[in-house]
């Protein structure tokens, strides 16, 4: 390794354990009568009645996720019914997953989100076109796509990516 990129990494890692220590000092700085974020207190009523199941173990939230519990909640109140129906929903559908179902769905938008933008812009408008079809013709396509073998699935993905 040529000495550039070594004093490139001793950089990065000194800035990286820096950042830590400065998280870890910040958090601490409230002292050991104040605990460090959010106090359970000084969320709305409506937040804390959103927020309920966490009130009996609020305090012992690291500090971030107190703050993004809070925010969430803020949103949460802001949506419109219809918005916040459809979020339940979506939140149902993902409950009825299994560990491996969730698995592979994170890996895929982990994927995606590696993506140049140009192909996820494309990706999302062949969704955008297959979202807009009849029920019935998706339900056909999808059953089209599933009696494929492999190799047809394969050759198919491949013919549906720019050149």
Not at 89 to 111: G, N, P, T, V
Not at 154 to 160: A, G, P
Request: hydrophobic share 35%.
């Amino acid at each position: 390794m040529n000495t550039r990129l070594r004093q490139l990494l001793a950089l990065l890692l000194m800035v990286a354990a820096l950042s830590c220590f400065m998280s870890n000092a910040s958090a601490q700085q409230a002292g050991p009568d104040e605990p460090a974020g959010v106090k359970w207190q000084d969320l709305s009523a409506a937040q804390r009645k959103v927020l309920g199941n966490f009130e009996s173990r609020w305090s012992q939230l690291p500090l971030a996720r107190q703050r993004s519990l809070a925010n969430g909640a803020q949103r949460w109140l802001s949506m419109p019914p219809e918005q916040r129906t459809h979020a339940r929903e979506r939140f149902q559908r993902w409950q009825s997953l299994d560990k491996d179902q969730r698995r592979k769905i994170r890996s895929r938008y982990q994927e995606f989100n590696h993506l140049p933008p140009a192909e996820q812009a494309r990706i999302r408008k062949n969704f955008r076109r297959f979202q807009s079809l009849p029920p019935e013709q998706r339900k056909e396509l999808r059953q089209r796509f599933r009696d494929l073998t492999p190799q047809q699935r394969k050759r198919l993905r491949e013919n549906l990516r720019p050149r």
